[in-house]
């Protein structure tokens, strides 16, 4: 399909406008030099409303979606220093919803319990927040999934009382959602052409996996060749590649495709996470540091800094290629960095 065509078929499901689109799509020269490659960046950190990150281009069709269904309140999930969390509440803001958050306290950081970073943002939003602890044994992405029933209970008081109620997954995660990659990668691949570039590679950090699904559907509706990488945050749980394809091939459906992606075609490198989510390894604060001083860009220590980690380590391992073309997504997450030092990773760095 051409790309005006592409851009048709998403727009013609509704959508509000929340973010600024297109993101920047920026050369980065010194590690282009660097490197051997042509590197790129496609900065979803400046995606706005306010401090930007991936989940906003997810939230357009989905707030989209609740408004449509004329609910008030909308519901959703995530780690303490959640960015979907943060987004979610700042994008209800902007179509006049109250956002009401149930935020699962991880504790791999002391300083968990303070209001600061996305949290502090939250209370700024005036968001409802609700702190849960996680039971016992489970992944931070189990944990979150899990404080969905409490979640439920709450959203069936307030519809009692007369209110409606629209429940964001996780992440942003399910085909709704995904459709805002898939614009995402439509309008990557339209950018990169204008200026004679065509990518061969996209990497991104990957926790729900709506990213990447969505990346799938925009992928295969073009028909581009790029290959999509996905960085895991965190243990991979059983049969995630299966629910990544299955979205990826339910967000076509949406579109009146009816294209299978298939599990073999979803990658996902689970080797770069180090000990756990949120939780900052060498390699990863070394190159958050390393892009920072470079390139002047900030990325965040819990998704993005560990993805930048797989990709230099792809790069100088060989697995891509020199002069390839290599665009890294930069998914957001920037508050995270003002919350805590341990999450940060970079204090016995500076
Ligand atoms: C949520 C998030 C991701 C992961 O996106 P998924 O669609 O959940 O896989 C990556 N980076 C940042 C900064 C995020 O907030």
């Given at each position: 399909?051409?790309?005006?065509?592409?851009?048709?078929?998403?727009?013609?499901?509704?959508?509000?406008?929340?973010?600024?689109?297109?993101?920047?799509?920026?050369?980065?020269?010194?590690?282009?030099?660097?490197?051997?490659?042509?590197?790129?960046?496609?900065?979803?950190?400046?995606?706005?409303?306010?401090?930007?990150?991936?989940?906003?281009?997810?939230?357009?069709?989905?707030?989209?979606?609740?408004?449509?269904?004329?609910?008030?309140?909308?519901?959703?999930?995530?780690?303490?220093?959640?960015?979907?969390?943060?987004?979610?509440?700042?994008?209800c803001r902007k179509?006049?919803?109250?956002?009401?958050?149930?935020?699962?306290?991880?504790?791999?950081?002391?300083?968990?319990?303070?209001?600061?970073?996305?949290?502090?943002?939250?209370?700024?939003?005036?968001?409802?927040?609700?702190?849960?602890?996680?039971?016992?044994?489970?992944?931070?992405?189990?944990?979150?999934?899990?404080?969905?029933?409490?979640?439920?209970?709450?959203?069936?008081?307030?519809?009692?009382?007369?209110?409606?109620?629209?429940?964001?997954?996780?992440?942003?995660?399910?085909?709704?959602?995904?459709?805002?990659?898939?614009?995402?990668?439509?309008?990557?691949?339209?950018?990169?052409?204008?200026?004679?570039?065509?990518?061969?590679?996209?990497?991104?950090?990957?926790?729900?996996?709506?990213?990447?699904?969505?990346?799938?559907?925009?992928?295969?509706?073009?028909?581009?060749?790029?290959?999509?990488?996905?960085?895991?945050?965190?243990?991979?749980?059983?049969?995630?590649?299966?629910?990544?394809?299955?979205?990826?091939?339910?967000?076509?459906?949406?579109l009146d495709i009816?294209?299978?992606?298939?599990?073999?075609?979803?990658?996902?490198?689970?080797?770069?996470?180090?000990?756990?989510?949120?939780?900052?390894?060498?390699?990863?604060?070394?190159?958050?540091?390393?892009?920072?001083?470079?390139?002047?860009?900030?990325?965040?220590?819990?998704?993005?800094?560990?993805?930048?980690?797989?990709?230099?380590?792809?790069?100088?391992?060989?697995?891509?290629?020199?002069?390839?073309?290599?665009?890294?997504?930069?998914?957001?997450?920037?508050?995270?960095?003002?919350?805590?030092?341990?999450?940060?990773?970079?204090?016995?760095?500076?």
């Amino acid at each position: 399909m051409r790309i005006e065509e592409a851009k048709d078929l998403l727009n013609s499901i509704p959508r509000v406008s929340i973010g600024f689109f297109p993101t920047p799509l920026q050369r980065l020269d010194s590690l282009s030099e660097e490197y051997g490659v042509e590197f790129f960046m496609k900065r979803d950190d400046l995606s706005g409303p306010e401090f930007g990150g991936n989940k906003i281009r997810k939230l357009e069709y989905l707030l989209a979606d609740a408004v449509r269904e004329g609910c008030d309140h909308v519901f959703t999930f995530g780690a303490h220093q959640s960015n979907h969390a943060r987004e979610t509440a700042a994008a209800c803001r902007k179509c006049g919803l109250q956002p009401v958050l149930y935020l699962t306290k991880l504790g791999n950081a002391s300083g968990s319990e303070e209001i600061l970073g996305n949290l502090l943002l939250d209370h700024v939003l005036g968001a409802d927040v609700h702190c849960v602890s996680p039971a016992p044994g489970l992944s931070a992405y189990e944990a979150v999934v899990h404080s969905q029933a409490a979640a439920s209970e709450h959203a069936a008081r307030l519809e009692r009382s007369g209110h409606r109620c629209y429940m964001v997954p996780v992440g942003g995660f399910n085909p709704t959602g995904c459709l805002g990659f898939a614009a995402g990668l439509v309008e990557l691949i339209a950018q990169a052409r204008d200026i004679g570039a065509e990518p061969d590679y996209i990497m991104l950090a990957t926790g729900s996996g709506g990213t990447l699904a969505g990346m799938l559907a925009g992928k295969r509706l073009l028909g581009a060749h790029a290959d999509v990488l996905g960085f895991s945050v965190d243990a991979e749980p059983d049969g995630k590649k299966q629910t990544i394809a299955e979205t990826a091939t339910n967000t076509l459906a949406l579109l009146d495709i009816c294209d299978r992606i298939d599990p073999r075609e979803v990658f996902i490198d689970s080797s770069y996470y180090g000990e756990g989510y949120e939780i900052p390894s060498r390699e990863s604060t070394s190159a958050l540091l390393e892009v920072a001083r470079r390139e002047g860009i900030i990325l965040d220590p819990v998704y993005t800094a560990k993805a930048m980690a797989g990709t230099l380590d792809y790069i100088r391992t060989g697995k891509i290629a020199s002069g390839k073309t290599v665009v890294f997504w930069h998914t957001g997450g920037t508050p995270a960095t003002f919350a805590e030092p341990e999450i940060a990773g970079v204090c016995d760095a500076i």
